[in-house]
């Protein structure tokens, strides 16, 4: 799932040691605590043991992120957290119920007022997978010879005895393990459980660098995630189980990038599975993509032509400017030149501005790869979707197809799904988190019903 723009907070280091008297001398602190700054909401998990090291991790579901490491320190009745990079930290105090930690945020220059609450309980995921499976499901490796990388996933296949049709599962942008975990969801156990269960074998695997995959994210980019997709796409292939000539790749977001890199060339999949996918062109997509989010907030015109503005003023220096440090220069006088304070917001985002990944996806022109597109496709995505709008990009996706000529092509909006593909009330990223649907059945049968139908053809 794409997150082209990103919330500046970061990891941190310890402020400190606090005795063994203090740390049993009051309630523990373990549990989830939520707190909003503004539009944003998170969540901070705090282990406090009787004994032994105090750990914390943060999740900023508006930007996707989930288990950033904090550490923090809790001497009497306060309590702190610092992030590093940037410089930021939270101090608080609890209430007299233990039920609140009262405080501040502070990030560079600014100050913000913040409370956190203590949660319920764990949300209800009553989707996730749970053994004994109806199927056969393997860890494994494969290696992606071009890039010098070994992947680890998971492999499900079907009871009975095949041979079966198969698909991999490609996730979106970011670090990304095989279940694509986020805000406690599973989407791709959801979704690889629901097809092996209905006949089709499933490949999911972490990303390069995360989980049991070898290699980094680092300065990569969609076209490497391709030679990923075109590596698990053989190993598929070369499995007893799957059918040979039905063997499929499914691409989630910018998974789906990622998923027509690959059915352009040799050896390209035997059917395409695309979900929410971009296909305008990178620096508009990005566009859409503010002034959906701005819609959520606001439906003043002045606000939105602002809005729309900025960001191609801020796409157009990037494109324009190959030298990284000279499009940071040029970045910061723009948004000073509007904003001291706007400016300051942004400086922790510049490296994520001018970093290979971005720039790849400010530049793709799905136009011209979605035509080498041959192979069945269905492509898939919610009305209500912020990230990659629906009705934009499936359109855009029928005219590149249809410009290449595949006679093939299911499109489909879904109403009322988000970018998540769950079922939503508003399709914004802070809800992710608080739906107890993982992914919709009905999305779940579409899919499995149409590869079912293409591997009988």
């Given at each position: 799932m794409p997150t082209f723009t990103r919330l500046f907070l970061t990891a941190a280091a310890l402020l400190g040691f606090t005795s063994a008297q203090a740390q049993t001398a009051r309630p523990s602190l373990t549990g989830d605590w939520t707190g909003t700054i503004g539009p944003i909401g998170f969540t901070i998990h705090l282990t406090d043991p009787a004994a032994g090291p105090r750990m914390a991790s943060l999740d900023i579901p508006a930007q996707q992120a989930k288990g950033l490491p904090l550490q923090f320190t809790a001497p009497g009745d306060s309590v702190y957290l610092r992030l590093g990079?940037?410089?930021?930290?939270?101090?608080?105090?609890?209430?007299?119920?233990?039920?609140?930690?009262?405080?501040?945020w502070q990030q560079g220059p600014r100050t913000f007022p913040l409370t956190l609450s203590r949660g319920t309980g764990v949300a209800k995921r009553p989707q996730t997978p749970k053994a004994p499976f109806p199927y056969r499901a393997t860890d494994v490796t494969f290696r992606n010879e071009k890039a010098?990388?070994?992947?680890?996933?998971?492999?499900?296949?079907?009871?009975?005895?095949?041979?079966?049709?198969?698909?991999?599962?490609?996730?979106?942008?970011?670090?990304?393990?095989?279940?694509?975990?986020?805000?406690?969801?599973?989407?791709?156990?959801?979704?690889?459980?629901?097809?092996?269960?209905?006949?089709?074998?499933?490949?999911?695997?972490?990303?390069?660098?995360?989980?049991?995959?070898?290699?980094?994210?680092?300065?990569?980019?969609?076209?490497?995630?391709?030679?990923?997709?075109?590596?698990?796409?053989?190993?598929?292939?070369?499995?007893?189980?799957?059918?040979?000539?039905?063997?499929?790749?499914?691409?989630?977001?910018?998974?789906?990038?990622?998923?027509?890199?690959?059915?352009?060339?040799?050896?390209?999949?035997?059917?395409?599975?695309?979900?929410?996918?971009?296909?305008?062109?990178?620096?508009?997509?990005?566009?859409?993509?503010?002034?959906?989010?701005?819609?959520?907030?606001?439906?003043?015109?002045?606000?939105?032509?602002?809005?729309?503005?900025?960001?191609?003023?801020?796409?157009?220096?990037?494109?324009?400017?190959?030298?990284?440090?000279?499009?940071?220069?040029?970045?910061?006088?723009?948004?000073?030149?509007?904003?001291?304070?706007?400016?300051?917001q942004v400086e922790p985002q510049l490296p994520l501005l001018t970093s290979p990944d971005y720039r790849h996806l400010l530049a793709d022109r799905p136009a011209q790869t979605l035509p080498k597109v041959h192979c069945p496709v269905l492509a898939l995505g919610g009305s209500k979707d912020v990230q990659v709008p629906a009705a934009l990009n499936l359109a855009a996706t029928a005219a590149g197809l249809k410009a290449g000529n595949n006679r093939d092509v299911t499109i489909k909006?879904?109403?009322?799904?988000?970018?998540?593909?769950?079922?939503?009330?508003?399709?914004?990223?802070?809800?992710?988190?608080?739906?107890?649907?993982?992914?919709s059945p009905a999305a779940l049968q579409l899919i499995g019903d149409w590869i079912a139908q293409h591997s009988r053809k």
């Open positions: 990079q940037p410089a930021a930290r939270f101090v608080g105090r609890r209430s007299a119920d233990s039920q609140q930690l009262i405080g501040e010098g990388v070994t992947l680890a996933g998971t492999y499900t296949v079907p009871a009975g005895k095949g041979p079966f049709p198969a698909v991999a599962l490609l996730t979106g942008s970011g670090p990304e393990d095989r279940n694509e975990s986020a805000f406690g969801h599973q989407p791709f156990a959801v979704l690889a459980d629901y097809l092996s269960r209905h006949g089709v074998a499933v490949l999911r695997f972490d990303d390069r660098g995360v989980g049991q995959s070898g290699g980094t994210l680092q300065g990569a980019t969609s076209a490497d995630y391709t030679t990923d997709a075109q590596a698990a796409l053989a190993w598929l292939r070369a499995q007893p189980a799957v059918q040979k000539n039905h063997a499929g790749l499914l691409g989630h977001s910018q998974g789906g990038t990622a998923a027509i890199g690959a059915a352009g060339q040799a050896s390209g999949p035997d059917f395409l599975v695309l979900l929410a996918a971009p296909a305008l062109p990178g620096n508009e997509l990005i566009v859409q993509q503010s002034l959906a989010l701005a819609r959520l907030q606001t439906s003043d015109a002045a606000q939105l032509a602002a809005t729309e503005k900025m960001q191609r003023a801020m796409t157009e220096i990037i494109q324009q400017t190959p030298d990284d440090a000279q499009a940071k220069t040029k970045l910061r006088a723009y948004y000073t030149a509007i904003s001291p304070q706007l400016a300051a909006e879904l109403p009322g799904l988000n970018h998540l593909f769950q079922t939503a009330a508003t399709g914004a990223v802070e809800e992710y988190g608080t739906i107890e649907e993982t992914f």
